[in-house]
């Protein structure tokens, strides 16, 4: 999207003035933004939503009695941790309406570093589910831990390049944060004034 025209052709489709390539017909929308469900239809041209009201398509989809909603988005998870590969992963929630996930890959990162970093970046960027990352803050875990690897804040700097990488993760090493531990300082993309 972008060009004039396909605002335009948007546009037209919104008002009425011209018919969408799709309508789905009398469905119960789930309103996140109100709180409420309201049946309506619902035109799409091109993949996007032009519009939700009533309206004429080319193709028709009967939704009375069914629900529509969009689509869950899990905040946080190990994707590592499902013991799947990626697609197997992605078959195994986007049936049940999970659409994009943001997944910390700590615990690959702590067996394969920045390797295993770059494979699951890899295995998830053609999915039909959006995955995005935050990086792990602490490679190994805690210093009681043998990993494979060792990544330092140095080693995170150029995946923040990449547009599905959202930040740093949670800190696994919540004792070293109590205690003061320096070594865990440099991690954090900034640091509070004074400290």
Request: glycine share 10%; proline share 6%.
């Amino acid at each position: 999207m972008g060009a004039y025209g396909d605002f335009k052709k948007m546009m037209d489709i919104a008002a009425g003035r011209k018919k969408a390539s799709l309508v789905l017909k009398q469905g119960t929308i789930v309103n996140v933004f109100t709180e409420h469900t309201e049946v309506a239809d619902i035109a799409i041209e091109d993949g996007y939503i032009a519009g939700i009201g009533e309206y004429e398509g080319v193709e028709t989809v009967n939704m009375k009695g069914r629900y529509i909603c969009p689509g869950f988005i899990d905040g946080h998870i190990h994707l590592e941790s499902s013991m799947v590969s990626p697609p197997e992963f992605e078959k195994a929630v986007l049936p049940h309406g999970t659409t994009a996930v943001i997944t910390d890959p700590h615990e690959i990162a702590n067996v394969a570093g920045a390797q295993g970093i770059g494979y699951m970046l890899a295995a998830t960027a053609d999915l039909d589910l959006d995955v995005f990352f935050m990086m792990p803050s602490c490679v190994p875990s805690t210093s009681l831990d043998e990993s494979g690897a060792v990544l330092k804040s140095e080693d995170l700097k150029p995946y923040y390049d990449n547009p599905r990488v959202l930040g740093l993760a949670e800190v696994m090493n919540s004792y070293g944060v109590v205690s003061g531990d320096e070594e865990l300082w440099p991690n954090f993309p900034m640091r509070v004034k004074g400290v």
